[in-house]
């Protein structure tokens, strides 16, 4: 519907404006130990008000009424009434419990990217988060939007029906695209006074892996279970291939 793609381009543009605005921040002051802190800090208070909005109907309206919009269906929980026995009022508990949000992995990931690795390194997997996570979705939506998308699931169960949500092969051609055309923002090709470097190859081998990441992150899979959420998991990916690569070249 164009209410659920409102809500869902709105998620995406989100997505990038904090990464962009993370990114820009590193370019005025360090990203490790300052940036990495303060990260670690943000993340922990996101969490402190996780909890209350999980235990307290206040907390939540509150929450919701602000970021109600932003968050996908299995983050946004529900209550239900309960009658008191005692002083004959009504109380609220919790009738499903609240996933973390995309953004509370967000924060992880590119915490974890400035403290594992070099400042372009850890840009480069950031830009790669920022970038093209939600560009393989507003791509897979678009398509899909105009009848023209597959699923992978679809596609791997040759299926004929159309299948809504989950990773698409437009969505995941385009976060290949998008990858290694980030990786060249922070990352050269050939030797110069930065230390990495990588070839289109390796370019190319770490979008093909981090779109196999998103596609996989965060759902379940047989004999696996339930993979993390890949807002956590793609910048990490980007920058252990790209310090790898950069070693073996």
Known sequence: SLITMTLHIARRIQHAVTGLVLISISHIMPPYPVGCILLLLATAAFYNIHNKRVED??????????????????????????????NM?????????????????????????????PAAVARTSVLVLTVSDPTAGLVGSWFTLKGFNLAWKQLLTKSIAPMEGGPSVAGSFAFVVSTVLCTYVYIPS??????TTLSFYS??????????????????????????DDNLLIPLVVGCLACWLDANE
């Not at 370019?203 to 596609?215: D, K, N």
């Open 57 to 86: 109907p206040k907390w939540d309206d509150w929450y919701l009424q602000r970021f109600g919009s932003l968050l996908r269906n299995h983050e946004r929980g529900e209550w239900e009434e309960v009658d008191s026995k005692s």
């Open 203 to 228: 370019r190319l081998c770490i979008g093909v892996v981090a779109s196999m990441t998103e596609a996989v992150g965060g759902r379940h899979l047989p004999f696996v279970g339930k993979i993390a």
């Open 89 to 117: 009022t009504h109380q609220q508990r919790r009738k499903s419990i609240p996933a973390l949000p995309g953004a509370f992995y967000f924060l992880i990931g590119v915490a974890l990217s400035t403290f594992l690795f």
């Open 190 to 195: 050939t030797n110069s006074a930065r230390s």
